[in-house]
């Protein structure tokens, strides 16, 4: 059996973290040989709530888990990490602005950056799953200036799985015959789900779904679903933000199907006419366990229109955090 891995989760008491530490356990996120040392990172009134999850993974039996330890101290909950995959945030409350949102969330990032910057693995990957997820991860490298900036990647997977799923439903077609379908954006309700360069069952989509579908209620559809299972459900979405990150982070290892690609928030370089610095969805495939961008894809002036719409988001909330002196 190979050497242990370090997984330090955040906001490992939350939902999300119920959900995703029993399929870590069970070896569906690093493969059914890799034990793995599990690190929770807690708010400290959740510290009590992570020891009862660890209870139960310890109840799990899972051969698998080399090691779990529960701290509200990031600089020992990062200590030596190989991934993290940071969902502890705070949420929106009742007449809470989007700047105070975004402003507490930067006070939680900001230290969790300096505490992987100084005690991560070498190697470190980091995800970023907690809300608004694309600014925190662009705080949250700005504050891990010596790790490379190809490391951090925002979860918009799940948006790539809802709109592969509404593709799926529209034509009839297995979602596994569906590939090159884009996230473009903010993890918001800004995202321009785009499906020019999608392919149905090898078909180009538009040539299968209708236009006016595609340009109209699938966009919307995919961009507000997060809300449609709010009402539905009476709670936001768990178990398929665990898939989510489960495919995200399984595709970066073994890499993506030939032809295909995922999405994922990425610090921009500049790509597709989006400012450097940003953290934006692109499109994406992996070489060598590292995210690449995909290059070359032809932007229409929907496309454009779309895409720059989203960005202008993502510059207001690095705008209504650059007080802070954080980015
Ligand atoms: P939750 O409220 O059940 O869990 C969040 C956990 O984070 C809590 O246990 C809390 O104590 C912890 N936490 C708060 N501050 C912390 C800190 N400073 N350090 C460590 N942990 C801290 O929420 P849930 O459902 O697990 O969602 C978590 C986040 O994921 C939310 O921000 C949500 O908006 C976001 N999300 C993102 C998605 C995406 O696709 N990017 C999809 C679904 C949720």
Redesign the pocket.
């Known amino acids: 059996t190979p050497a242990p891995l370090t997984l330090t989760l ?8 119920y959900s995703l530490l029993f399929r870590v356990a069970s070896g569906e996120v690093f493969g059914p040989d890799q034990p793995v040392r599990i690190r929770m ?3 400290p ?2 510290v009590r ?2 020891e009862g999850v660890a209870m139960e993974l310890q109840d799990a039996a899972a051969p698998l888990v080399a090691d779990v330890d529960i701290s ?1 101290q ?1 600089r020992r909950a990062f200590d030596g990490a190989d991934l993290a995959i940071l ?5 929106r409350t009742a007449g809470m602005e989007r700047a105070d949102l975004l402003e507490v969330n930067a006070g ?1 990032f900001g230290p ?1 950056g300096e505490a992987i910057n100084s005690v991560a693995n070498e190697g470190i990957r980091v995800l ?4 608004p ?1 694309n600014t925190n991860t662009m705080i949250v490298a700005a504050h891990a200036p010596d790790v490379p900036r190809n490391r951090f990647s ?6 790539h799985n809802r709109a592969l799923a509404q593709l799926a439903a529209r034509s009839g077609a297995p979602v596994g015959e569906i590939s090159r379908v884009t996230i473009w954006g903010n ?1 918001s309700r800004t995202q321009y789900p785009d499906v020019r360069h999608a392919l149905i069952q090898g078909r180009p989509a538009l040539e299968v779904v209708d236009r006016e579908w595609a340009e109209g209620e699938f966009i919307d559809t995919v961009a507000q679903r ?1 809300g449609a299972i709010i009402a539905a459900r009476g ?4 178990a398929s ?1 665990a898939t ?1 990150i489960i495919d995200h982070v399984h595709r970066r290892l073994h890499g993506v199907r030939e032809g295909d690609w995922s999405s994922a928030g990425r610090i921009s370089d500049g790509s597709y006419g989006v400012p450097e610095g940003l953290v934006c969805s692109y499109p994406v495939i992996s070489r060598d366990q590292e995210w690449e961008i995909v290059q070359g894809l032809e932007v229409d002036a929907f496309s454009r229109a779309r895409i720059d719409a989203s960005v202008a988001e993502l510059i207001e909330e690095r705008e209504a955090v650059r007080h802070l002196g954080l980015i």
């Open positions: 955040s906001g490992a008491a939350g939902q999300i973290g990172l807690e708010a009134g959740a709530a992570a509200d990031p969902v502890g945030a705070r949420p939680i969790q970023v799953i907690g809300n997820a925002a979860l918009t997977r799940l948006d993890h997060g709670g936001s979405s768990v933000t989510a």
